[in-house]
């Protein structure tokens, strides 16, 4: 079975840009979740998504949006960039809940901003 | 505020001696909590998680003990393989929650 697909690897954007990243969840999972991790910081979570409506939301500002599409792939929108928000962007995907089958990971977006 | 900490930041072992990897929790909501694993250049892999209903789970050379009324848990690697050096992260998940809290990891080294 195939594992959890994000695309593009790497991006590079400027101040005051947007970017779209994409995710693609194992095939079955209708949950799939946004994290950021910063050095330091760890992971932290942005949103998840259960049959296109967001059922979950962390503390992060509202440029950071996301959605997701009947098919189960999501996509994850940062508006106006900030340096701030340089990091590697992680998508997961599980079935229902967690408790049933653990988060599984991509390999994450690398976003630098300059 | 930081709910789940790893407090060392690193852990160096000896090949086929045992690692253990601990990690702290604040919220006495966690019901679930997971170990991930994560080399450079990927994401995450899970290793390992036990329900609060449990104090041990084993898999293999893996086992998580999780203490609630200390609101702890560690993971132990015995033997330890030098493949097992990575970034170990502890996870927890609050009831009716589907989002997990992370630390800041661990960075296990062993030494061959």
């Known amino acids: 079975k195939a594992g959890v697909t994000q695309t593009p690897r790497y991006l590079i954007k400027t101040r005051g840009q947007q970017v779209t990243l994409s995710c693609s969840p194992i095939s079955g999972h209708r949950s799939v979740s946004w994290y950021q991790q910063t050095p330091g910081q760890g992971l932290q979570f942005l949103f998840e998504?259960?049959?296109?409506?967001?059922?979950n939301k962390g503390n992060f500002p509202g440029r950071f949006s996301g959605r997701q599409f009947s098919n189960s792939r999501s996509e994850m929108n940062v508006s106006t960039l900030e340096l701030g928000d340089s990091a590697l962007y992680l998508c997961?995907?599980?079935?229902?809940?967690?408790?049933?089958?653990?988060?599984?990971f991509g390999n994450g977006t690398r976003l630098t901003v300059t | 505020d930081q709910q789940v900490k790893q407090n060392s930041p690193s852990l160096s072992v000896q090949e086929g001696r045992i690692s253990i990897l601990n990690c702290d929790y604040t919220?006495?909501?966690?019901?679930?909590f997971l170990w991930y694993k994560k080399y450079p250049a990927e994401g995450p892999t899970f290793l390992i998680s036990?329900?609060?209903?449990?104090d041990k789970n084993e898999d293999g050379r893996f086992t998580v003990f999780l203490n609630k009324s200390a609101k702890h848990l560690s993971l132990h690697i015995v033997p330890s393989q030098p493949g097992d050096s990575a970034v170990y992260f502890c996870?927890?998940?609050?009831?009716?929650?589907?989002?997990?809290?992370f630390g800041t990891g661990t960075r296990l080294t062993v030494i061959p």
């Open positions: 998504y259960f049959s296109e409506t967001q059922r």
């Open positions: 996870a927890a998940r609050r009831t009716g929650a589907n989002n997990l809290f």
């Open positions: 919220n006495s909501m966690f019901d679930y």
């Open positions: 997961a995907s599980s079935l229902e809940t967690i408790g049933e089958s653990p988060l599984h």
């Open positions: 036990i329900s609060s209903i449990k």
